[in-house]
């Protein structure tokens, strides 16, 4: 099955510094990618929606600024929490959304924790 | 917004069935139920998706009622590794989808 892996698995950072999280398609191209972000015993929150070689879309209230995602190709999407704060500790899962035979189906990978101090 | 509607929590015995409510009464001709589950720490786990027909897996069953305004998901014999939130999700497969979580059951098997 499509695999999408997320590296690091858990990063600490001290307050003010930017943390990158990289996420991966193994096995097939993906031309959307989401990330989403989850604190403890809350759903996930979808964040922002991007596409192979064009900005991404954000959700309503998730600053651009603060969490940069670049997609530069098919098969890798990055995730930079800039200026981290304590507040965006958080659980960060990203998506891969590719074609399954006459269909789109979507994989996701299993997490970054990030904790900033 | 997410559009199913999900008990809170539920419980269910080792080795029993647990079934899964879960209702959509908004959702559209072309908008398949899929169920994900995330076990603590984890990323979310597919387990079965379907359109109108009932779905079987090797990790589950899907039953759809005939009008599609609910479904219920069917881990045919619990187990504590199956202790997981539970997350019923109507999307479309086209191009232009994206989940939406909502707040998804709780699962607590129990021995």
């Known amino acids: 099955g499509a695999v999408v892996s997320q590296h690091p698995s858990w990063v600490i950072c001290k307050s003010g510094t930017s943390v990158k999280i990289e996420c991966r398609s193994l096995d097939f191209q993906a031309t959307t990618m989401f990330w989403y972000r989850q604190f403890p015993k809350q759903s996930l929150m979808l964040m922002a929606t991007s596409n192979e070689g064009s900005k991404a879309t954000y959700e309503q209230g998730v600053e651009k600024d603060k969490f940069l995602i670049n997609h530069a190709s098919l098969t890798l999407s990055t995730l930079t929490v800039t200026s981290a704060h304590p507040e965006d500790s958080s659980f960060y899962i990203c998506s891969a959304r590719g074609i399954q035979g006459a269909s789109y189906e979507q994989y996701f990978g299993p997490g970054t924790r990030l904790t900033v101090t | 917004d997410a559009k199913t509607t999900q008990p809170t929590s539920m419980d269910c015995a080792e080795g029993r069935a647990a079934n899964l409510p879960c209702n959509h009464s908004t959702i559209s001709g072309n908008e398949y139920v899929y169920w994900y589950r995330q076990i603590h720490s984890q990323g979310p786990q597919y387990i079965i998706h379907?359109?109108?027909n009932n779905e079987t897996n090797e990790m589950a069953s899907l039953i759809i009622t005939e009008d599609r305004k609910s479904s219920t998901l069917i881990l045919p014999h619990a187990t504590l590794r199956d202790t997981a939130v539970y997350y019923c999700i109507v999307r479309a497969r086209e191009g232009g989808f994206k989940t939406i979580f909502g707040a998804g059951t709780r699962l607590f098997v129990k021995a």
């Open positions: 379907g359109l109108k």
